[in-house]
């Protein structure tokens, strides 16, 4: 079993402590991965900046493969946070510039790698849509981030994306659990295998057309955490890995039980999360001035 991270990375900048870190959705879901034992590679598109080769070297400080990854002109893109309660607060995004805000294209030689592994998985923030069904006819489960933005909700965008993914994944914290239910019946109903949704403390629902699981978020103490950057990531792969160690393909879905145990493992690895600076550390000084 292996996993591979397609698409995004990016720095966090956390404001209030003065410091950058690695990150971004397909970053930290190959690097949790690999933290719970599996063979994990990350492929995409690095700045050539400063920011860029810290990227690159903290992905493979995590033992994460990036070989097949590509070092283009212009900046890596920056979110910046700051950590209120436990919690991470976003204050803003500036994109990539230059040739690294265009996506990486999947060559048959790149296709080929991709289809190598058990599960690939990408994001919305990654420009990959477009790459997505010859990667599922290729052969590996996809799994997909949706994130919680009202135009990844669309009828036109789930049309496009859900009938390559074998996973998607929504975060519902800002959703009661009806509007929650009926979010993940939709994503099925528009081709996705399985659909997931995060809720914060109120826990996770998983739905695949026929049965519904769910399970109760584990609490931290905020005094005790670091920050919640990267929670909702480590549930996913928690969740992920769990369905794949239980013989998880396309031929073969998961049971009813084998649901319940990936959300509980998702749960667990979102609690685990709470405690790790950041996405996973690795934090550097931020340029002075920034804020």
């Not at 190959?30 to 690159?56: E, H, I, K, T």
């Not at 009661?176 to 009926?182: M, S, V």
């Not at 084998?258 to 690795?282: I, M, P, S, T």
Request: contains cysteine.
């Amino acid at each position: 079993m292996n996993v591979l991270g397609f698409g995004d990375n990016t720095v966090d900048r956390f404001v209030d402590r003065g410091t950058d870190y690695p990150g971004g959705n397909c970053v930290n879901v190959a690097v949790y991965a690999r933290r719970l034992g599996l063979d994990a590679a990350y492929l995409g598109v690095f700045g050539d900046d400063g920011p860029g080769a810290r990227l690159r070297a903290a992905v493979s400080a995590q033992g994460v493969t990036a070989d097949r990854s590509v070092v283009r002109p212009g900046t890596t893109s920056v979110s910046t946070l700051r950590v209120k309660d436990g919690d991470r607060v976003f204050l803003g995004y500036e994109p990539g510039g230059g040739a690294v805000a265009e996506p990486l294209p999947l060559t048959p030689e790149l296709l080929a790698y991709a289809a190598s592994f058990s599960l690939v998985h990408s994001s919305v923030y990654s420009g990959t849509e477009a790459e997505l069904p010859a990667l599922a006819a290729a052969g590996p489960l996809v799994s997909f981030d949706f994130s919680d933005e009202e135009e990844f909700r669309a009828p036109v965008y789930l049309d496009r994306v859900c009938p390559h993914v074998d996973l998607a994944l929504l975060s519902c914290s800002h959703l009661d659990e009806t509007a929650t239910r009926a979010l993940l019946a939709e994503a099925v109903r528009r081709g996705a295998g399985l659909a997931l949704a995060t809720r914060g403390l109120h826990g996770a629902v998983a739905y695949d057309g026929r049965n519904t699981a769910v399970a109760p978020a584990r609490t931290a103490d905020p005094g005790a955490m670091s920050d919640t950057m990267g929670c909702g990531d480590a549930f996913l792969t928690g969740f992920a890995v769990s369905l794949l160690r239980d013989g998880w393909s396309r031929s073969v879905p998961p049971s009813p039980q084998a649901l319940r145990d990936a959300l509980r493992r998702g749960a667990e690895a979102a609690y685990d999360q709470c405690f790790v600076e950041a996405a996973f550390g690795c934090g550097w000084p931020a340029p002075a001035g920034r804020d």
